[in-house]
């Protein structure tokens, strides 16, 4: 890709504030070299790997946040024999490795972790000889000499004392504190006392007055002070020598964690921009995905004024038509700027659902290249640029053609259009363009592989809306855009009576269609809302008569109790009555019609329960088709599966088995590991004769959770309510601990969410906080067995 269609579609300014969010400044500058990556393996993997970082920075776990030297320029010195690192140097290395490896422990187990050798001994050697700001420990051999030094110091201390405190020599004296020249104690002498002391003198001022003398008796302590100090620099030269030594040893290790490290760096740069609320990661392209889908997309550098878009582009070549500024061009850049974001490795600022291919190559020609210095009008200069664009792209590129053709005669312009478009379709690449040209919105509806799109004008308002409507073709709206940016009326009446009455045909053709969509659309929705109503009048009527029969399997359940009390009774009085007939001689077959009956009264009674418990097994079933429970406990889980999991049953497939008892279930574009128990089978479509199932949300929580739920002031109900639905989210995106804050109070709310926890299946453990944080008034949860992964299947 080149860069010259990276700026025009400000993809240099998306990619510069990536690499302003790394802590490295190797880091920013490798960030600031890359392009898009083009391989869609690539393009998956480093999505992955950045979505996987976005989950610890949301996760609530302290992100470290210290600066990554830069020392890359360093290693080349460890290669060279009898090198010696500057005490700045080692620092930076230590540095680099310390907080090299707090990154590291901080992502755990990631894949993005993965490959980073052990440079521990590294970190120990250099802070073994520096402290933590970076100065030189009191190491013995270094104390001794400072001793030493001190020591000196304070005898020349004395000595120079001796001179301002003897009445007879301090009149001699222009200052009576003593002063240094080259790194030697001197006394400054006035000009007319030369050859009152013995002494060698170092320096005279400027005015000449004074003059800067080295007493007799100092310049022995001086020559001492002198040798102290360089045998310090010796032992520190040497100290730092042994110490490059030990890092060069390690050499090959500290480059491979040196070049992991920067590229993790990278890696969090990205997710760093990547975590900000309402943005998407986009599903990883198979290579077969062939469409181009944009849900709610906000071009990222338009911030609060971005107007979300929606395109779907489902053939080769797409022609975008309508007024002026009503954000054809945006909506270009967007859709171009959002495929090399997507190939960056970034989330977008779009809503679920959204698609984008991976392509080898986007070329763009937008805005207007004239040139007076190699003689270029505008249109040529455009010319020029698509000549380029058709040499170099390819059958998976995507190209990005702004006002094509414009700049010269419409007919001629239009022609040459459809023929640049023709060429683009033989070379079978993906295209959005922009027009005016009404040859070219012809073209789109009389070619089965164009498209057709308008950015909408707004009658009542006469101004754009900024929403792409796809299908039909816009009309310039030149006339409104002049009226309403300042020409008048009159001028714009008279310019309205040059245009021709074909002219005006073809407008109204275009507002009429455009009128029988928006028709079209409101009745869709006025149906999709009637059908709604419908289901729920349907679910309705299906829990009414669910009641009824309830009730009656309630009464029946009743009367089957009082009859097995009735039989119990009757065999009782029926033993009673045989045992007396039996004494007065009553004969055998009279006794066995007896226990005929008693036998005939007990299959009754077990007739009736066993029509009970069909009854209550119809039920059930019929309830769970009532309230949408979907649960086939027949249904063996394997790959593939529709199944519901979770507390909030969210419509999902069996991915793969993760460890025992446990299944990867892909959910919308994440896939989350769920408890076997957890899984229930989802039935398959219904019969229209037999009653619906009542919709659920199956929705994923939007954006982060937060790492703390204040239920403080809540009932205990709507207190419980909330904690479900926070541990829901937790478990879905992957937040592993939280904690609610409660108060203290009485007591209600804190014992009522102890007992909800406690009932939690996936709650590991918790406990109350340490005071600082809290105390008695903010429990501390964790969650197991549960945690997001990012599909990358």
Partial sequence: MNEKTLKLLEFDLIREHVANSAFSDEARERILREKPFTDDSKVN????LVAAIVSRITSGDVEPQ????????LLPVLNMEGASLSIEEAFAIGSFVREGGALLRWLGDLEASAGAPDCSAVEREVFRVLDKDGELRDLPVLKRIKERIAAINKELRAISASYTNNDSIRRMLQSSLPSQRDGRLVIALKHQFIGKLRGIIHDVSASGQTVFLEPEDIVEKNNLLTVEQRHFEAEVRRILRELTMKIASEKGTLALFHERIIFIETMRARARYSSGAGRVFLPPDSGQNRVIMLRQARHPLLGLKAVPIDMLMTERVLVISGPNTGGKTVSLKTAGLFVLMNQFGLALPLAEGSLLPVFENVFADIGDDQSLEHSLSTFSAHISAVAFILKNAGENSLVLLDELCAGTDPAEGGAIAMAILDSILEKNCFCIATTHHGALKNYAFSNSRVEN???????????PSYRIVMGLPGESRALEISLRYGLSAAL???????LGEGRNDVSALIAGLKEKYRAVENSLRELALEKQGLLEDRREADLRELRLRRKEAELREGYVDKLRSLLDESRKTLENLVREIKEGGIGREKTLKVKDFLLELDKAADRESEDLKTMKT???GQEEAVTGGGVRPDTAIQPGLAVLAGAKKLRGRVRRPAKKGFWVVEIGSVSTIFSEKDIVAENPPQDASKPLPASIDYSLPSGPVSSELNVRGMRLADAIDALQRHIDSALVLGLREFAVIHGKGDGILRSGIHDYLKSQGFVTDYHFSSPELGGFGRTEVTLG?????VNSE
């Fill in 45 to 48: 993997y480093v999505k992955q």
């Fill in 66 to 73: 210290g600066r990554l030297p830069a020392i890359g320029a």
């Fill in 453 to 463: 799109a308008s950015v909408e004008f707004d009658p009542a308002t006469q101004s």
């Fill in 492 to 498: 714009v009446d008279k310019a309205r009576s040059y």
């Fill in 618 to 620: 119809e039920l059930a």
């Fill in 785 to 789: 067995v549960c945690h997001t992964l």
